[in-house]
């Protein structure tokens, strides 16, 4: 008894000391990032006029709010040769980098953690100045998912790292078997225009984590912002004796992301299918590994046994989740036929009340969109389906929007009778459009669901957490989510990625990490010097006759399904390698 007493009272000593210990303020030290250029304080600027975007492609990037097409500079698009150099000058920092400690890469997490919790308010602000959304929208899709990332890494990123030992097997008992993680060395990425400040901070913390370089190409929807960002990162590098160009953010257009392929080890893309397919045509080129996170079509089905006035507005999110800003909410809704009309009466009253305007009031419920031109696409697979049948019950009024906006407002809007021959249910929208369409039977909705050249996500509602755990394993898809939706991505300790046209590879999660790696298995002598790697002497050259007969006992002894007949053979092996033996002393003693 005394035993474990004393057992319970270490225990409660060693919780409690560990709860201290994280009363104890950690030696973070601060970094101070010049924002004095990003930041809009209502004063006019010598540059400050509205942009009128022109189709023609140049040697720079110029860069506007699409909420107010108020001008915020340019950026160069780089040519391949200054590419080249750029990920020259990482590689070398790199090399060094690769030598660094776990301790000193979790300080270098540490320190943008803080500032980012410091500065939430300017992060926000420049990512909704930049691409259109608002400002909550940036702070649950930028803020909250890069402090869970990191949080994520410095808990659990050091064990995913480390060598990991593996069984050896019945041959090799005698081996230990691991596989070690080590950096490939220059990642490049390629990321899209819609979160980004997270779409950079995603694979540059991975990459710097598992000892690698990086290189990003900031979308040319985005790239005011990313070269703000990357000030956060470069400043964090230095402030914890990290080398200089360690991180890189390069500018530019197709031109500029073809030769970023061509010159690093790995490729990250996050963008569209058919950039996709371009990427990985010239990545075959070095043979380097590829993660693509490509378009979605995510289907949102809701059973008849929810609650409908709280599953609808769960939906009315999803949807403007994917307004042009966000990609991360579904674009095919499913409802049961028996609770069909009551939640699109709900869903159409909660779109109603949505307001759009300039995305840093906080009193609107969805901005501009970020890419001219997307809103004539969106009324187009609109045009569509109407033309096919389908009928608008519900759309948003785009009102209270100040003088100074431009019209790159799309309402949210609810359209129903829609079927899988309008291009609306198949094209990726990228839009606040809600098509919903009624089932009856669970297996209708899984064939639905599964009706897609995409398979990114899903989400599933049902009062029965069983059937909706059934439905979801029925989807093809990378990404589930039972009575919830979009929580995938703030997990990071599990993979995120599709299947089909959505990609392939995985960010976050160990599977994310140690894809930055190079993977390899190592095996050596488990008792050297006492033990070691000896050729039996039947198999030794020249090889003796009966070296078949003697492999052929070895394999049963070793692998035989029958313990007698493994017996059996292991006197076998035994007798040959002792005739043998005493053949070869009597072969000397001859001599």
């Keep these: 008894m005394a035993f474990w007493w ?54 720079k990037v110029q860069c506007y709010e699409p909420a107010t097409m108020k001008y915020l500079g340019y950026f160069p698009a780089l040519k391949p040769d200054e590419v080249k150099e750029r990920v020259a000058q990482v590689r070398k920092s790199q090399k060094v980098w690769a030598k660094s400690s776990f301790k000193q890469r979790r300080q270098l997490l540490r320190v943008l953690l ?73 990642v490049g990425a390629i990321v899209s225009w819609n979160y980004p400040f997270h779409n950079l901070f995603n694979p540059v913390l991975a990459a710097v984590f598992s000892g690698n370089g990086i290189v990003v190409k900031v979308s040319e929807h985005a790239s005011w912002s990313g070269c703000f960002y990357v000030r956060i990162l470069q400043t964090a590098l230095a402030a914890v004796g990290a080398p200089e160009n360690l991180i890189e953010v390069i500018t530019g257009f197709a031109e500029t992301g073809e030769a970023l392929v061509s010159s690093v080890d790995k ?159 198949q094209e990726e929208a990228f839009g606040p459009i809600m098509p919903i369409m009624k089932f009856e039977t669970d297996e209708e909705a899984i064939t639905l669901a599964n009706d897609s050249k995409y398979g990114l996500g899903c989400a599933v509602f049902s009062g029965s957490q069983k059937r909706a755990r059934m439905i979801a394993s029925r989807i093809n898809c990378g990404v589930a989510a039972v009575n919830d939706f979009a929580s995938n991505y703030m997990c990071q300790s599990l993979p995120f990625g599709g299947v089909k046209d959505s990609g392939f590879g995985r960010f976050a999660g160990s599977e994310g990490l140690r894809a930055c790696c190079l993977v390899k298995s190592v095996v050596e002598d488990r008792w050297w010097p006492l033990v070691k790697t000896k050729i039996p002497k039947p198999l030794q050259y020249p090889v003796a006759e009966n070296c078949f007969e003697f492999q052929e006992a070895l394999v049963e002894a070793l692998y035989g399904v029958n313990v007698w007949d493994r017996l059996r053979a292991l006197v076998n092996v035994l007798k040959m390698l002792t005739d043998h033996n005493s053949t070869g002393n009597n072969s000397k003693r001859r001599d």
């Excluded at 608002?134 to 890069?146: P, R, Y």
């Excluded at 490729?267 to 397919?277: E, H, L, Y």
């Excluded at 409908?308 to 809704?333: D, H, I, M, T």
């Design 6 to 59: 004393a057992l319970i009272v270490i225990a409660f000593a060693f919780v409690i000391c560990k709860f201290l210990l994280m009363l104890i303020p950690s030696n973070v030290p601060s970094i101070d990032v010049d924002a004095s250029d990003v930041i809009d304080d209502g004063h006019p600027k010598e540059n400050s006029f509205i942009y009128i975007p022109s189709r023609r492609q140049t040697d």
């Design 114 to 186: 803080k500032y980012i919790i410091e500065h939430q308010q300017l992060i926000c602000e420049i990512s909704s100045r930049d691409t259109g959304k608002t400002m909550v929208d940036a702070s649950l899709g930028e803020i909250m998912t890069t402090c869970e990332k990191i949080t994520w890494l410095l808990s659990e990123g050091e064990r995913w790292l480390k060598p990991e030992y593996r069984s050896s097997g019945r041959s090799m008992l005698h081996k230990t078997s691991k596989v070690e993680y080590h950096p490939l060395g220059v």
């Design 267 to 425: 490729m990250i893309f996050v963008g569209s299918p058919g950039v996709g397919k371009m990427i990985m045509r010239k990545a075959a080129d070095t043979l380097i590994p590829v993660t693509l996170e490509l378009g979605g079509k995510d289907p949102f089905i809701v059973c008849e046994d929810v609650d409908v006035p709280q599953v609808a507005q769960v939906a009315v999110r999803a949807a403007l989740q994917s307004s042009g800003q966000n990609c991360a909410g579904a674009e095919r809704f499913y409802v049961h036929k028996d609770i069909y009309t009551p939640f699109v009466a709900a869903v159409v009253k909660i779109v109603k009340s949505v307001t759009a305007g300039p995305p840093q009031s906080g009193k609107y419920d969805m901005g501009a969109i970020c890419m001219q031109d997307h809103s004539e696409k969106l009324q187009g697979l609109i045009n569509d389906a109407l033309d096919k049948g389908a009928e608008i019950v519900g759309g948003g009024s785009v009102r209270d929007i100040s003088e100074g906006a431009v019209d790159q407002y799309f309402p949210p809007t609810v359209i129903v009778n829609v079927n899988h021959q309008m291009k609306l249910m």
